[in-house]
């Protein structure tokens, strides 16, 4: 198992995910008409060429933070989690475009024992994504009810 028990985590501790993954236009059309958003932003490459500051398709938001969330729970949730409790302060400071790399960092910010369920714990995570010249895209924080260790189970 890969992710991490509630017990294993500490505040501060902050995972380097070996992941990365270079966007593609595919995985922007295809996530954006998947969900039904029809924002010319993401699709139409005219539009955004002669119509927009950015002179090209901006990659879906709602993508890029399935993404970073997704690349960071080998290391930290998988297997442990009980469930997803919560996405806060989630801002977007840079676009990201087709062909741009991104890698994700994820700090425990917080930790607290669940007050109604002994065997478990809550873990508030900051991840953030970067693009390939390490400028920050994405960050956001989530919360997550987390399983304690079995042998914190006793």
Known sequence: MAGKWFDEFKVGQV???AIRRTITET???LFTTM??????????E???KNETEYGQ?????CFTISLMVGIAVHDTTLGTAVAN???D???FPKPLFHGDTVRIETEIKALRESKSRPHQGIVTFEHRAYNQDEELVAICERT????????ARL
């Open 27 to 29: 995985d922007n059309v």
């Open 144 to 151: 997550g009810l987390q399983w304690k260790s079995p042998q």
């Open 46 to 48: 005219e539009y955004c």
């Open 57 to 61: 398709r901006l990659v879906n938001s």
């Open 15 to 17: 995972f380097k995910h």
């Open 89 to 91: 302060n989630v801002k």
């Open 85 to 87: 409790l919560g996405w």
């Open 35 to 44: 969900t039904h958003n029809p924002a010319q932003l993401h699709l139409d």
